[in-house]
Protein backbone atom coordinates (compact mmCIF):
# COMPACT_ATOMS: atom_id res chain seq x y z
CA UNK A 1 0.00 0.00 0.00
CA UNK A 2 1.04 3.23 -0.93
CA UNK A 3 -0.53 5.72 1.27
CA UNK A 4 -3.57 4.87 3.89
CA UNK A 5 -6.02 7.66 5.23
CA UNK A 6 -7.18 6.65 8.44
CA UNK A 7 -10.43 8.97 9.06
CA UNK A 8 -12.10 9.54 12.46
CA UNK A 9 -15.35 11.43 13.24
CA UNK A 10 -15.20 14.64 15.04
CA UNK A 11 -11.97 14.84 16.65
CA UNK A 12 -8.65 17.49 16.19
CA UNK A 13 -5.47 17.43 17.34
CA UNK A 14 -5.83 18.16 20.87
CA UNK A 15 -8.51 15.05 21.69
CA UNK A 16 -5.37 13.26 21.03
CA UNK A 17 -3.81 15.40 23.71
CA UNK A 18 -5.10 14.12 27.02
CA UNK A 19 -2.74 11.31 27.60
CA UNK A 20 -4.79 8.66 26.27
CA UNK A 21 -3.44 8.14 22.80
CA UNK A 22 0.50 8.20 23.36
CA UNK A 23 0.90 6.65 19.79
CA UNK A 24 -1.48 8.88 17.68
CA UNK A 25 0.07 11.45 19.97
CA UNK A 26 3.56 10.57 18.69
CA UNK A 27 2.40 10.36 14.74
CA UNK A 28 0.94 14.19 15.33
CA UNK A 29 3.74 15.18 16.92
CA UNK A 30 6.34 13.96 14.13
CA UNK A 31 4.00 14.64 11.33
CA UNK A 32 2.88 17.74 9.13
CA UNK A 33 -0.81 19.22 9.90
CA UNK A 34 -2.95 21.27 8.15
CA UNK A 35 -4.60 24.55 9.65
CA UNK A 36 -7.94 24.05 8.17
CA UNK A 37 -11.56 25.52 8.57
CA UNK A 38 -14.91 23.98 7.65
CA UNK A 39 -17.81 25.68 6.99
CA UNK A 40 -19.94 23.03 9.12
CA UNK A 41 -22.51 23.70 6.55
CA UNK A 42 -20.54 21.62 3.04
CA UNK A 43 -20.26 18.15 4.51
CA UNK A 44 -16.31 17.30 5.35
CA UNK A 45 -16.38 13.33 4.35
CA UNK A 46 -17.69 14.45 0.98
CA UNK A 47 -15.21 17.25 0.31
CA UNK A 48 -12.40 14.57 0.88
CA UNK A 49 -14.36 12.12 -0.99
CA UNK A 50 -15.28 14.43 -3.98
CA UNK A 51 -12.81 17.36 -3.87
CA UNK A 52 -15.40 19.56 -4.41
CA UNK A 53 -17.59 21.67 -2.07
CA UNK A 54 -21.15 21.36 -0.96
CA UNK A 55 -21.87 24.57 -3.56
CA UNK A 56 -21.13 21.77 -6.22
CA UNK A 57 -21.99 18.64 -5.08
CA UNK A 58 -25.26 19.84 -2.87
CA UNK A 59 -23.22 17.98 0.03
CA UNK A 60 -24.96 19.93 2.89
CA UNK A 61 -25.44 18.61 6.20
CA UNK A 62 -29.02 19.79 5.81
CA UNK A 63 -30.97 22.29 3.45
CA UNK A 64 -34.34 22.57 1.00
CA UNK A 65 -35.32 20.09 -1.29
CA UNK A 66 -36.93 23.16 -2.73
CA UNK A 67 -39.72 22.61 -5.76
CA UNK A 68 -42.23 25.30 -3.95
CA UNK A 69 -42.10 24.17 -0.25
CA UNK A 70 -40.12 24.68 2.48
CA UNK A 71 -39.96 20.87 3.20
CA UNK A 72 -36.28 20.42 4.63
CA UNK A 73 -34.24 17.26 4.38
CA UNK A 74 -30.58 16.16 6.44
CA UNK A 75 -30.83 13.73 4.02
CA UNK A 76 -28.10 12.77 1.35
CA UNK A 77 -25.40 9.95 -0.70
CA UNK A 78 -22.62 10.47 -3.26
CA UNK A 79 -25.39 9.59 -5.87
CA UNK A 80 -27.18 12.73 -5.15
CA UNK A 81 -24.18 14.70 -6.53
CA UNK A 82 -24.99 16.27 -9.96
CA UNK A 83 -22.87 14.93 -12.99
CA UNK A 84 -21.23 12.45 -10.49
CA UNK A 85 -18.55 10.32 -12.13
CA UNK A 86 -18.33 12.92 -14.84
CA UNK A 87 -17.67 16.55 -13.73
CA UNK A 88 -17.83 15.59 -9.83
CA UNK A 89 -15.30 12.03 -9.91
CA UNK A 90 -14.44 10.18 -6.56
CA UNK A 91 -11.44 9.87 -5.40
CA UNK A 92 -11.04 6.34 -6.03
CA UNK A 93 -12.70 6.75 -9.64
CA UNK A 94 -10.03 9.08 -10.33
CA UNK A 95 -6.94 6.49 -8.52
CA UNK A 96 -8.86 3.45 -10.33
CA UNK A 97 -8.43 5.39 -13.77
CA UNK A 98 -4.84 6.11 -12.62
CA UNK A 99 -4.63 2.42 -12.65
CA UNK A 100 -4.00 2.09 -8.69
CA UNK A 101 -5.99 -0.18 -6.86
CA UNK A 102 -8.33 1.59 -3.93
CA UNK A 103 -9.55 -0.36 -0.58
CA UNK A 104 -12.15 1.91 1.37
CA UNK A 105 -14.25 0.96 4.31
CA UNK A 106 -17.06 2.78 6.21
CA UNK A 107 -17.11 6.23 4.48
CA UNK A 108 -20.18 7.74 5.17
CA UNK A 109 -22.97 8.26 2.26
CA UNK A 110 -21.29 5.40 -0.06
CA UNK A 111 -24.26 3.30 0.09
CA UNK A 112 -24.89 1.64 -2.25
CA UNK A 113 -21.58 0.60 -2.80
CA UNK A 114 -20.10 1.72 -5.82
CA UNK A 115 -17.79 -0.63 -8.57
CA UNK A 116 -14.50 -0.24 -7.78
CA UNK A 117 -10.91 -2.00 -8.55
CA UNK A 118 -10.65 -3.16 -5.22
CA UNK A 119 -13.08 -3.05 -2.81
CA UNK A 120 -15.60 -1.09 -1.18
CA UNK A 121 -17.66 -0.97 2.16
CA UNK A 122 -20.10 1.85 2.33
CA UNK A 123 -20.60 3.45 5.82
CA UNK A 124 -24.03 3.69 7.80
CA UNK A 125 -26.19 6.29 6.21
CA UNK A 126 -26.61 7.69 3.19
CA UNK A 127 -29.65 5.53 2.49
CA UNK A 128 -27.73 2.74 3.55
CA UNK A 129 -28.79 0.51 6.38
CA UNK A 130 -27.91 2.04 10.20
CA UNK A 131 -27.17 -1.04 12.59
CA UNK A 132 -25.18 -3.73 13.47
CA UNK A 133 -25.57 -6.10 10.45
CA UNK A 134 -23.87 -5.41 7.06
CA UNK A 135 -26.05 -5.81 4.00
CA UNK A 136 -24.98 -7.38 0.63
CA UNK A 137 -25.74 -3.90 -1.38
CA UNK A 138 -23.07 -2.59 1.03
CA UNK A 139 -20.24 -4.39 0.00
CA UNK A 140 -17.75 -4.06 -3.52
CA UNK A 141 -17.76 -7.36 -4.48
CA UNK A 142 -20.39 -8.48 -2.91
CA UNK A 143 -18.88 -11.48 -2.71
CA UNK A 144 -16.68 -10.05 0.75
CA UNK A 145 -20.31 -10.00 2.22
CA UNK A 146 -20.16 -13.55 3.55
CA UNK A 147 -16.69 -12.77 4.59
CA UNK A 148 -17.38 -9.52 6.73
CA UNK A 149 -21.03 -11.65 8.21
CA UNK A 150 -19.02 -14.33 9.16
CA UNK A 151 -16.87 -12.21 11.24
CA UNK A 152 -18.74 -10.21 13.05
CA UNK A 153 -18.43 -6.97 10.81
CA UNK A 154 -20.49 -4.26 12.99
CA UNK A 155 -21.77 -1.26 10.29
CA UNK A 156 -22.50 1.16 12.67
CA UNK A 157 -23.35 1.48 15.96
CA UNK A 158 -24.71 4.93 17.43
CA UNK A 159 -27.03 6.31 20.28
CA UNK A 160 -30.43 4.88 19.21
CA UNK A 161 -29.61 0.85 18.84
CA UNK A 162 -26.87 1.27 21.58
CA UNK A 163 -29.18 3.22 24.34
CA UNK A 164 -32.65 2.15 22.89
CA UNK A 165 -32.49 -1.46 21.63
CA UNK A 166 -29.54 -2.31 23.57
CA UNK A 167 -30.08 -0.93 26.85
CA UNK A 168 -26.08 -0.35 27.84
CA UNK A 169 -26.33 2.20 30.28
CA UNK A 170 -23.16 1.37 32.24
CA UNK A 171 -20.41 3.45 30.83
CA UNK A 172 -17.90 0.08 30.91
CA UNK A 173 -20.90 -1.62 28.55
CA UNK A 174 -21.63 0.88 26.67
CA UNK A 175 -18.01 1.94 25.79
CA UNK A 176 -16.87 -1.88 25.41
CA UNK A 177 -19.62 -2.29 21.92
CA UNK A 178 -17.84 0.58 20.81
CA UNK A 179 -14.44 -0.72 21.02
CA UNK A 180 -15.81 -4.39 19.41
CA UNK A 181 -17.18 -2.02 16.55
CA UNK A 182 -13.64 -0.71 16.39
CA UNK A 183 -12.08 -4.14 16.20
CA UNK A 184 -14.19 -5.49 13.83
CA UNK A 185 -13.33 -2.90 11.01
CA UNK A 186 -9.56 -2.71 11.82
CA UNK A 187 -9.51 -6.42 11.05
CA UNK A 188 -11.75 -6.36 8.26
CA UNK A 189 -9.80 -3.56 6.87
CA UNK A 190 -6.31 -5.32 7.03
CA UNK A 191 -7.61 -8.84 5.89
CA UNK A 192 -9.40 -6.94 2.82
CA UNK A 193 -6.45 -4.51 2.03
CA UNK A 194 -4.19 -7.51 1.83
CA UNK A 195 -6.32 -9.92 -0.38
CA UNK A 196 -7.04 -7.14 -2.86
CA UNK A 197 -3.63 -6.14 -2.33
CA UNK A 198 -4.81 -2.01 -2.66
CA UNK A 199 -2.40 0.69 -3.65
CA UNK A 200 -4.63 3.12 -1.61
CA UNK A 201 -6.34 2.39 1.50
CA UNK A 202 -9.11 4.62 3.45
CA UNK A 203 -10.69 3.26 6.15
CA UNK A 204 -12.99 5.59 8.89
CA UNK A 205 -13.81 5.29 12.85
CA UNK A 206 -17.16 6.97 12.27
CA UNK A 207 -19.66 6.40 15.00
CA UNK A 208 -17.73 5.18 17.56
CA UNK A 209 -15.52 8.82 18.21
CA UNK A 210 -17.80 10.83 16.90
CA UNK A 211 -20.12 9.75 20.30
CA UNK A 212 -17.35 9.61 22.79
CA UNK A 213 -16.43 13.51 21.88
CA UNK A 214 -20.30 13.98 21.83
CA UNK A 215 -20.71 12.64 25.55
CA UNK A 216 -16.93 12.99 27.22
CA UNK A 217 -16.37 17.00 26.27
CA UNK A 218 -18.85 18.51 28.51
CA UNK A 219 -18.23 15.86 30.89
CA UNK A 220 -14.63 17.33 31.31
CA UNK A 221 -15.58 20.97 30.42
CA UNK A 222 -18.53 21.52 31.93
CA UNK A 223 -18.27 23.23 35.94
CA UNK A 224 -22.09 22.85 36.09
CA UNK A 225 -22.22 19.22 36.52
CA UNK A 226 -23.20 16.75 39.36
CA UNK A 227 -21.83 13.73 36.98
CA UNK A 228 -20.03 11.17 38.45
CA UNK A 229 -16.88 11.38 36.07
CA UNK A 230 -14.94 8.72 37.62
CA UNK A 231 -16.52 5.95 35.92
CA UNK A 232 -17.54 7.53 32.54
CA UNK A 233 -14.02 9.63 32.04
CA UNK A 234 -12.22 5.71 33.12
CA UNK A 235 -14.38 4.19 30.49
CA UNK A 236 -13.94 7.02 27.70
CA UNK A 237 -10.19 6.78 28.42
CA UNK A 238 -10.48 2.80 27.82
CA UNK A 239 -12.10 3.56 24.95
CA UNK A 240 -9.38 5.60 23.75
CA UNK A 241 -6.56 3.63 24.43
CA UNK A 242 -8.39 0.77 22.46
CA UNK A 243 -8.40 3.14 19.66
CA UNK A 244 -4.59 4.00 19.61
CA UNK A 245 -4.09 0.06 19.23
CA UNK A 246 -5.92 0.03 16.50
CA UNK A 247 -4.44 2.95 14.98
CA UNK A 248 -0.87 1.12 15.54
CA UNK A 249 -1.83 -2.00 13.79
CA UNK A 250 -2.96 -0.49 10.74
CA UNK A 251 0.16 2.00 10.71
CA UNK A 252 1.95 -1.32 11.44
CA UNK A 253 0.22 -3.42 9.02
CA UNK A 254 1.58 -1.29 6.45
CA UNK A 255 4.90 0.14 7.26
CA UNK A 256 5.93 1.27 3.66
CA UNK A 257 2.47 3.25 3.70
CA UNK A 258 2.15 7.33 3.34
CA UNK A 259 -0.35 7.78 6.80
CA UNK A 260 -2.97 10.48 6.76
CA UNK A 261 -4.89 10.82 10.07
CA UNK A 262 -8.08 12.90 8.80
CA UNK A 263 -11.49 13.90 10.33
CA UNK A 264 -14.53 15.62 8.90
CA UNK A 265 -14.83 18.43 11.92
CA UNK A 266 -14.21 19.22 15.51
CA UNK A 267 -16.43 19.01 18.26
CA UNK A 268 -17.02 21.26 21.05
CA UNK A 269 -19.26 22.26 24.24
CA UNK A 270 -22.13 24.37 23.66
CA UNK A 271 -22.32 27.49 25.22
CA UNK A 272 -24.91 29.69 22.75
CA UNK A 273 -28.18 29.36 20.83
CA UNK A 274 -28.18 32.03 17.60
CA UNK A 275 -31.73 32.20 16.08
CA UNK A 276 -31.41 33.89 12.90
CA UNK A 277 -35.08 34.32 12.62
CA UNK A 278 -34.96 36.46 15.52
CA UNK A 279 -32.88 38.50 13.78
CA UNK A 280 -34.86 38.86 10.31
CA UNK A 281 -38.02 39.88 12.29
CA UNK A 282 -36.15 42.34 13.53
CA UNK A 283 -35.31 43.73 10.50
CA UNK A 284 -38.42 43.43 8.88
CA UNK A 285 -37.82 40.42 6.96
CA UNK A 286 -39.78 37.89 8.60
CA UNK A 287 -43.01 37.20 9.85
CA UNK A 288 -42.98 34.46 12.60
CA UNK A 289 -45.95 31.82 13.27
CA UNK A 290 -45.92 30.94 16.69
CA UNK A 291 -48.28 27.87 16.05
CA UNK A 292 -46.20 26.44 13.83
CA UNK A 293 -43.37 26.80 16.09
CA UNK A 294 -45.07 25.37 18.86
CA UNK A 295 -45.23 22.19 16.93
CA UNK A 296 -41.63 22.39 15.98
CA UNK A 297 -40.38 22.49 19.31
CA UNK A 298 -43.04 19.20 20.26
CA UNK A 299 -41.59 17.35 17.52
CA UNK A 300 -37.89 17.96 18.40
CA UNK A 301 -38.46 17.15 22.37
CA UNK A 302 -40.22 13.69 21.39
CA UNK A 303 -38.36 12.62 18.67
CA UNK A 304 -35.56 10.32 21.01
CA UNK A 305 -38.32 8.54 22.71
CA UNK A 306 -39.34 6.70 19.53
CA UNK A 307 -37.52 3.77 18.78
CA UNK A 308 -35.52 3.91 16.05
CA UNK A 309 -37.31 0.99 14.60
CA UNK A 310 -40.95 2.46 14.68
CA UNK A 311 -39.09 5.68 13.69
CA UNK A 312 -38.27 4.23 10.58
CA UNK A 313 -41.66 2.90 9.90
CA UNK A 314 -43.48 6.72 10.80
CA UNK A 315 -41.02 8.21 7.95
CA UNK A 316 -42.49 6.24 5.34
CA UNK A 317 -46.02 7.58 5.94
CA UNK A 318 -46.16 10.73 3.55
CA UNK A 319 -47.76 13.01 5.91
CA UNK A 320 -45.58 12.35 9.17
CA UNK A 321 -42.59 12.74 7.21
CA UNK A 322 -43.72 15.74 5.53
CA UNK A 323 -44.64 16.96 8.71
CA UNK A 324 -41.35 16.35 10.04
CA UNK A 325 -39.29 17.69 7.43
CA UNK A 326 -41.48 21.17 7.36
CA UNK A 327 -40.38 22.82 10.62
CA UNK A 328 -40.85 26.32 9.77
CA UNK A 329 -41.50 29.01 12.78
CA UNK A 330 -42.35 31.41 10.13
CA UNK A 331 -45.04 33.02 7.78
CA UNK A 332 -44.11 31.06 5.01
CA UNK A 333 -46.48 33.58 2.32
CA UNK A 334 -44.86 37.04 3.88
CA UNK A 335 -41.38 36.31 5.02
CA UNK A 336 -38.74 38.05 2.77
CA UNK A 337 -35.97 35.37 4.34
CA UNK A 338 -36.08 32.64 6.99
CA UNK A 339 -33.37 30.12 8.68
CA UNK A 340 -34.34 26.48 9.72
CA UNK A 341 -32.04 24.06 11.24
CA UNK A 342 -32.35 20.86 12.77
CA UNK A 343 -28.98 19.17 13.19
CA UNK A 344 -25.87 20.35 14.83
CA UNK A 345 -24.36 21.99 11.97
CA UNK A 346 -23.81 25.51 11.00
CA UNK A 347 -26.46 27.24 8.77
CA UNK A 348 -27.12 30.53 7.11
CA UNK A 349 -29.88 32.44 5.47
CA UNK A 350 -32.09 31.71 2.53
CA UNK A 351 -34.03 33.91 0.63
CA UNK A 352 -37.71 33.01 0.50
CA UNK A 353 -38.04 33.59 -3.34
CA UNK A 354 -40.78 32.29 -5.66
CA UNK A 355 -39.01 29.98 -7.94
CA UNK A 356 -37.31 27.16 -4.79
CA UNK A 357 -40.01 28.45 -2.13
CA UNK A 358 -42.93 29.65 -3.38
CA UNK A 359 -42.33 32.57 -1.44
CA UNK A 360 -42.81 36.34 -1.98
CA UNK A 361 -39.37 37.37 -3.55
CA UNK A 362 -39.03 37.67 -7.26
CA UNK A 363 -36.11 36.58 -8.54
CA UNK A 364 -34.45 39.29 -9.37
CA UNK A 365 -35.02 40.74 -5.77
CA UNK A 366 -32.64 37.86 -4.57
CA UNK A 367 -29.50 39.83 -4.55
CA UNK A 368 -30.90 43.13 -3.30
CA UNK A 369 -32.48 41.00 0.05
CA UNK A 370 -28.73 39.23 0.31
CA UNK A 371 -26.96 43.09 0.20
CA UNK A 372 -29.41 43.97 3.05
CA UNK A 373 -28.98 41.00 5.47
CA UNK A 374 -25.16 41.10 5.42
CA UNK A 375 -24.82 44.75 5.74
CA UNK A 376 -27.27 44.59 8.99
CA UNK A 377 -26.11 41.14 10.12
CA UNK A 378 -22.16 42.36 10.45
CA UNK A 379 -23.18 45.44 12.08
CA UNK A 380 -25.27 44.57 14.10
CA UNK A 381 -24.19 45.03 18.25
CA UNK A 382 -24.81 41.50 19.06
CA UNK A 383 -22.72 40.17 16.25
CA UNK A 384 -20.12 42.56 16.77
CA UNK A 385 -19.95 41.45 20.53
CA UNK A 386 -20.09 37.99 19.85
CA UNK A 387 -17.22 38.03 16.58
CA UNK A 388 -19.84 36.54 14.08
CA UNK A 389 -19.54 37.14 10.55
CA UNK A 390 -22.03 37.50 7.51
CA UNK A 391 -21.06 36.57 3.45
CA UNK A 392 -22.51 35.29 0.35
CA UNK A 393 -20.72 32.86 -2.25
CA UNK A 394 -20.29 34.53 -5.76
CA UNK A 395 -22.95 34.60 -8.65
CA UNK A 396 -21.19 32.07 -10.17
CA UNK A 397 -21.31 29.38 -7.38
CA UNK A 398 -24.92 30.76 -6.60
CA UNK A 399 -26.20 29.46 -9.30
CA UNK A 400 -25.51 25.82 -8.54
CA UNK A 401 -26.11 26.16 -5.15
CA UNK A 402 -29.96 25.91 -4.32
CA UNK A 403 -29.18 23.69 -0.96
CA UNK A 404 -26.70 26.30 0.26
CA UNK A 405 -27.56 29.52 2.11
CA UNK A 406 -27.77 32.81 0.11
CA UNK A 407 -26.01 33.94 3.11
CA UNK A 408 -23.06 32.55 5.18
CA UNK A 409 -23.25 32.84 8.68
CA UNK A 410 -20.00 32.10 10.42
CA UNK A 411 -19.97 31.50 14.27
CA UNK A 412 -17.00 30.48 16.62
CA UNK A 413 -17.43 27.59 18.04
CA UNK A 414 -19.57 26.58 20.70
CA UNK A 415 -22.61 28.61 19.36
CA UNK A 416 -25.33 26.63 17.53
CA UNK A 417 -28.02 27.98 15.08
CA UNK A 418 -31.37 27.34 16.21
CA UNK A 419 -35.06 27.87 15.35
CA UNK A 420 -36.08 27.27 19.55
CA UNK A 421 -34.20 30.09 20.97
CA UNK A 422 -36.82 33.16 21.60
CA UNK A 423 -33.70 35.41 21.31
CA UNK A 424 -31.12 36.38 18.31
CA UNK A 425 -28.49 35.31 21.10
CA UNK A 426 -29.13 33.54 24.00
CA UNK A 427 -26.67 31.59 26.13
CA UNK A 428 -26.75 27.93 26.87
CA UNK A 429 -26.09 26.98 30.86
CA UNK A 430 -27.35 22.92 30.77
CA UNK A 431 -27.17 21.33 34.00
CA UNK A 432 -25.85 17.66 33.46
CA UNK A 433 -27.28 15.30 35.57
CA UNK A 434 -25.44 12.19 37.25
CA UNK A 435 -26.41 9.57 34.18
CA UNK A 436 -24.35 10.37 31.07
CA UNK A 437 -26.04 7.94 28.96
CA UNK A 438 -29.54 8.48 30.44
CA UNK A 439 -29.44 12.11 29.38
CA UNK A 440 -27.96 11.32 25.66
CA UNK A 441 -31.35 8.67 25.80
CA UNK A 442 -33.38 11.75 26.57
CA UNK A 443 -31.98 13.54 23.44
CA UNK A 444 -30.14 15.93 25.69
CA UNK A 445 -26.70 16.90 23.39
CA UNK A 446 -24.28 19.58 24.95
CA UNK A 447 -22.15 19.09 22.28
CA UNK A 448 -21.65 20.59 18.68
CA UNK A 449 -19.98 20.23 15.39
CA UNK A 450 -16.77 22.53 15.48
CA UNK A 451 -14.72 24.02 12.34
CA UNK A 452 -11.19 22.57 12.96
CA UNK A 453 -11.03 19.24 11.50
CA UNK A 454 -8.03 17.10 11.68
CA UNK A 455 -5.72 16.88 8.71
CA UNK A 456 -1.97 15.47 9.43
CA UNK A 457 0.41 14.09 7.52
CA UNK A 458 2.38 11.53 9.50
CA UNK A 459 5.30 10.67 6.97
CA UNK A 460 6.09 13.02 4.40
CA UNK A 461 5.07 16.92 4.00
CA UNK A 462 1.66 18.08 2.45
CA UNK A 463 1.52 19.11 -1.75
CA UNK A 464 -1.33 21.19 -1.24
CA UNK A 465 -1.47 24.72 0.69
CA UNK A 466 -4.37 26.44 2.45
CA UNK A 467 -5.48 29.68 0.10
CA UNK A 468 -8.19 32.21 1.39
CA UNK A 469 -10.28 30.19 -1.58
CA UNK A 470 -9.50 26.93 -0.22
CA UNK A 471 -8.88 25.96 3.24
CA UNK A 472 -10.83 23.41 4.17
CA UNK A 473 -10.94 19.79 3.57
CA UNK A 474 -10.68 19.05 -0.29
CA UNK A 475 -7.37 20.25 -0.09
CA UNK A 476 -7.02 16.42 1.24
CA UNK A 477 -8.59 14.95 -2.19
CA UNK A 478 -6.08 17.40 -3.82
CA UNK A 479 -2.84 16.14 -2.21
CA UNK A 480 -3.86 12.74 -2.73
CA UNK A 481 -4.27 13.03 -6.85
CA UNK A 482 -1.10 14.87 -6.53
CA UNK A 483 0.42 12.27 -4.61
CA UNK A 484 -0.32 9.66 -6.75
CA UNK A 485 0.60 11.28 -10.15
CA UNK A 486 3.82 11.40 -8.78
CA UNK A 487 4.28 8.01 -8.10
CA UNK A 488 3.25 7.21 -11.64
CA UNK A 489 5.51 9.62 -13.39
Request: charged residues 25%.
Amino acid sequence: MKMILIGMDGVKESTFKRGWTPYIDSLLKKGNTLKLHEDLISRGWAEIVLGKHACETEAVYEGPVCYGTHTWSDKYKLSDSPGLGEKIKPIWQVLNEMGFKVGVMNVPTTFPAPKVDGFLVSGGGGGGPIGQYIAKAQCWPQEIHETLASTGYIVDERLPSLLGEKQLFKPQDFFNQLQLMNQKRTESFIDLANQFKVDFGFVVYKSSTVTAETLLLPVLENPNTSVDKSEFVKASENFYHNLDGHVKKLVDSFPEAEVVLVSDHSMAVRNYSVNANVFLSEIGLQTPSSAKAGVFSLVKSFKHLIPLSIRKLLKKNPKIKSSYESMTTFDTKSSKAFSISFTQAQHGIFINDEKRFGGPVKVGEISKYIDQIIEEFNRHELSVLHNFHAYTLNDTELKTADQFPDVVLVLPDGYLTSSESKAFVSEYLPTMQKDVLLEAMKGKHHTIKAHEPLACNVNCGWLVETSDNKKDLRLVYDHIVKFFKQVNS
